[in-house]
């Protein structure tokens, strides 16, 4: 008899690091649980596989205290029966970076190959979505094959669990989804009836579902150890359900078999990020802000700034410190596990999410300190006693940027010049006198207690590509100062906006360019919050309450290069969900907005510094614009995104009883922007990543701020309805009282946003220009280098739109330069190239593993034709 399907009995174990409990309380379970793994396919030549979670993490945190079991390990591994890999942590997909989900398949993959050979899967059975450019990734590492849970439903285009998934490149994965879930497979019973109760109903959805009838029963759960009766209950299984086919099996052999099926699978392309059959908890995006803000913070310090920094120095002649970026790499990456970024873990687990994140960025900015020191030390002396500025621009293109920095010097005044000796206006916005002891503590050990000054100045500078540029300060020489600029009191203007303020404390701005006008811009909107730290869910009684309708103070600061607007108010607010039901006000949210407008700037940047002393809300702010739209631009891993700004199963999603509602909240990275045919306006954020277009006319950006909750899990939740998602834990750091700093940006441009490059101007807001003040004093002591660095220096430069920078680091394991690009358009392919500063000796497309591809046809700084969505990545020596 032929039977019905085939059964793939998988052990394994789901591991969270972290969650309601901490790493160390699932160390100790961990180490109970490896012996037990380690002995029983050591023993046992039935029990052939055992999957170790797909990420080297558990590995790392196991060997920290089991160093000798190393060899143990690598022997199953080498003999196929412990399966390792790929990741390092199983990542979020939603809400980090694209460079972030690359070095985690890169270090996790390296980790593997110190014992054998990796799983070749892009396994994550948990993650709450799945993001459109997941195959192109995927690929990147040579891994054809992804088996995932969340987000799918026959929206996407098939009812079925295994079909081809495509990014829109082209690039393409098997997929095979666990309708039901990783741990379906869990603790099964070995008696008749117990395993009908639970299998029965399980086998027809999985196999009406199947193509292959090839079906996975996953045996491992969160924590869970290894069933040591699993071959009796398998033995129990077959006298049960003779008409199918039970085989303890690794899922390779299940992709196998859809592979072989190809020709019978739907090919699906985009991001899967439904609730219809699973939670996916899309506004998890916006649960503890100050860890998401801190989390883009760090990643953007490290790929935009850190980096390159090291990869010009590197060029010059300097290490490059493999070894401390791994190590802040690692750091991120354990945040990055999809409930620790989602943070939707305990307010214990939440503080060693934070110290994570404050350790990793301490190592980041010492090492950029350290490398702009070696290269500013090295230069030559080109002015006897001055003092030197270096501005560092880390972006592929000149710049022309207003840049506020802070020099120290043992001055009453200072003048500046450029390399060619000509004066360089600046202009002083503030003066204090220093204790010298702050800035090198030998000068008051020889007792020489003359006090420094610190000057914060503002100048505006050319800066070259990829590289830096020298100023010169002399002390006790009258410098060029440059004065404030005269303008009119309420309003802030430059060559491309108009901004006035208006008396509800929000602006009216008109882009001298478009002719576009945005009005009522930067209303806050405050809400309840019903939900838990997985979803945002409002009260069944509502009640908005909105920033206008509180009293403002207003004040305006025009400087020499730069006019910033403050504005100040104190929003009345419900303290608690029982509050706003009764409409009574006791609690507050203290609001302070600097919004400012550089001369000759493109963007409109806007700063907020909050202080909450209230629960249970969400606070978002409102962004007018005059572009009505069905849809919204987003930029996601290497590309962008349009996705609707309506849900048609909104309608109906109780009926069909979807797990949570379809709102259309969404995630972005650094920019999102509506725009119509000859117009639009973009919104940078650097950590805010959650938003939704709001308006009658659907033409209103809603960023969400903070949302504020108490409980890691919550049942009935208005918009999930059901059990409560995790578990009913209290979290009052999940309150989010107290004080929190966010910023964002405005962009207005002409026609298509990715010839109007605003991927580049988006990165160029999370870039900022970096400066070095050389003075004769430090406070640790470093030789100088046998050699000389320039006191002006470009290593590249690219166009300013087309194909957009991902990253420039050194690679791995050559002493050669590693470039990434990416053609940001979803729809057209583009070309692309750069220029070095100096000839090329190699010129190399690789992979995303930086391993050189077998066909090479690209010319010297050429990136050939980009597909839609689709990266490249070139090795070269300079």
């Known amino acids: 008899m032929q039977a019905v399907s085939r059964v793939h009995i998988t052990p394994h174990m789901h591991w969270d690091r972290e969650w309601y409990f901490t790493t160390e309380e699932s160390r100790i379970l961990l180490i109970n649980n490896m012996e037990e793994i380690l002995t ?117 285009g098939t009812h079925k669990t295994e079909f081809l998934w495509q990014s829109n490149d082209g690039s393409e994965v098997a997929a095979q989804v666990l309708p039901l879930g990783y741990a379906i497979g869990k603790y099964l019973p070995e008696d008749e009836a117990g395993l009908r109760k639970r299998l029965d109903s399980y086998f027809t959805v999985l196999e009406n579902a199947s193509v292959t009838k090839d079906i996975l029963l996953p045996n491992g759960h969160d924590q869970m150890p290894l069933q040591q ?48 059959y699973m939670r996916v908890h899309r506004t998890i995006s916006s649960t503890r802000m100050d860890i998401k803000i801190a989390h883009a913070e760090i990643e953007n310090k490290i790929v935009n700034i850190l980096e390159p920094l090291a990869a010009i120095a590197w060029s010059l002649g300097f290490e490059y410190h493999h070894g401390l970026l791994e190590k802040m790499w690692k750091e991120i990456l354990k945040n990055h596990a999809h409930d620790s970024i989602g943070c939707c873990c305990s307010d214990k687990v939440h503080q060693e999410i934070m110290t994570r994140f404050i350790l990793a960025d301490d190592m980041a900015e010492n090492l950029v300190r350290f490398y702009m020191r070696k290269i500013v030390d090295n230069m030559p002396v080109q002015h006897a006693d001055a003092d030197k500025l270096t501005f560092f621009n880390l972006l592929p293109y000149p710049r022309e940027e207003v840049i506020n920095t802070t020099i120290r010097i043992r ?157 100040e108010l104190r929003m009345a607010l419900p303290a608690n969900l029982q509050q706003r039901a009764e409409r009574r006000s006791e609690g507050y949210l203290d609001v302070q907005c600097q919004v400012t407008l550089a001369h000759h700037s493109r963007r409109i940047d806007i700063e907020t510094w909050l202080d909450n002393q209230a629960d249970d809300h969400r606070v978002r702010v409102l962004i007018p614009t005059p572009f009505a739209s069905e849809n919204v631009l987003a930029d996601n891993q290497f590309g962008c995104i349009t996705r609707p700004v309506d849900d048609p199963a909104m309608a109906v999603w109780q009926q069909e009883g979807w797990k949570e ?176 500063a100096s000839p090329a000796q190699e010129w190399l497309e690789t992979g995303m593993d930086e391993q050189p591809l077998p066909q090479q046809s690209a010319a010297t700084g050429d990136f050939t034709q980009l597909a839609p969505c689709q990266s490249k990545t070139f090795r070269f020596i300079r």
């Open 411 to 567: 001055a009453q005044q200072f003048s500046l010049v450029d390399e060619q000796g000509q004066p360089v206006e600046y202009f002083i916005r503030a003066a204090r006198e220093i204790d010298p002891g702050l800035v090198d503590r030998q000068i008051v050990h020889y007792g020489n207690y003359d006090p420094f000054m610190e000057y914060d100045i503002q100048l505006y500078q050319s800066l070259p590509a990829m590289g830096y540029c020298t100023l010169h300060i002399h002390a006790n020489q009258t410098g060029q100062q440059r004065q404030a600029t005269a303008q009119p009191a309420e309003l802030l203007e430059n060559d491309y906006y108009r901004i006035g303020l208006n008396a509800n404390g929000t602006l009216d701005i008109v882009d001298k360019q478009t002719g576009c006008r945005y009005q009522q811009v930067l209303q806050l909107e405050d809400g309840s919050d019903d939900g838990d730290e997985y979803d945002y869910s409002p009260a069944r009684d509502e009640w908005l309450i909105y920033s206008t309708q509180s009293a403002v103070a207003t004040s305006v600061k025009h400087e020499a290069w730069q006019s910033t607007a403050t504005l």
């Open 229 to 276: 009766n699993i071959f009796p209950v398998m033995a129990r299984l077959r006298e049960i359900y003779p008409q199918r086919e039970f085989v303890m099996s690794r899922f390779e052999e299940v992709f196998e078999r859809i592979e072989a099926s190809r020709e019978r699978l739907a090919t699906l392309k985009g991001e899967f990020n439904d609730g219809k």
């Open 40 to 156: 029983r396919l050591e023993i046992d030549p039935e029990y052939r596989f055992y999957v170790l979670d797909g990420q080297t993490a558990v590995l790392e945190d196991y060997f920290a205290i089991k160093p000798e079991n190393h060899q143990r390990v690598k022997a199953l591994v080498q003999a196929g029966k412990l399966i390792i890999g790929p990741w390092y942590t199983q990542t979020d997909t939603m809400v980090v970076s694209g460079e972030s989900i690359v070095r985690n398949l890169m270090y996790g993959m390296r980790d593997c190959l110190s014992f054998g050979e990796p799983m070749k899967i892009g396994y994550l059975p948990d993650s709450f979505s799945m993001s459109s450019q997941l195959p192109h990734i995927f690929n990147g590492f040579g891994i054809t094959r992804a088996m995932f849970w969340r987000g799918c439903s026959e929206r996407h």
């Open 661 to 836: 509602a379809p709102i259309p909240v969404w995630q972005l990275m650094n920019f999102a922007a509506l725009h119509d045919e000859q117009h639009g306006l973009a919104l940078f954020t650097e950590g805010l990543r959650e938003f939704e277009i709001v308006g009658e006319r659907r033409d209103t950006f809603a960023l969400t701020l903070f949302r504020s909750v108490g409980v890691l899990g919550k049942e009935e939740l208005l918009l999930r309805p059901g059990r409560p998602s995790g578990i009913k834990l209290p979290t009052p750091d999940s309150q989010m009282r107290g004080k929190l700093h966010c910023r964002f940006s405005l962009f207005g441009f002409a026609g298509d946003p990715h010839l109007a490059g605003v991927m580049q101007q988006a990165r160029a807001y999370v870039t900022p220009v970096r400066c070095y003040n050389k003075i004769p004093f430090d406070a640790m002591k470093l030789n100088l280098a046998p050699f000389r660095t320039p006191l002006h220096f470009s290593l590249l430069s690219m166009a300013e739109s087309g194909p957009a920078l991902s990253v420039l680091k050194k690679a791995e394991d050559a002493e050669a330069l590693i470039i990434r690009v990416y053609n940001p358009s979803e729809q057209v392919s583009i070309g692309g190239s750069l220029t070095l």
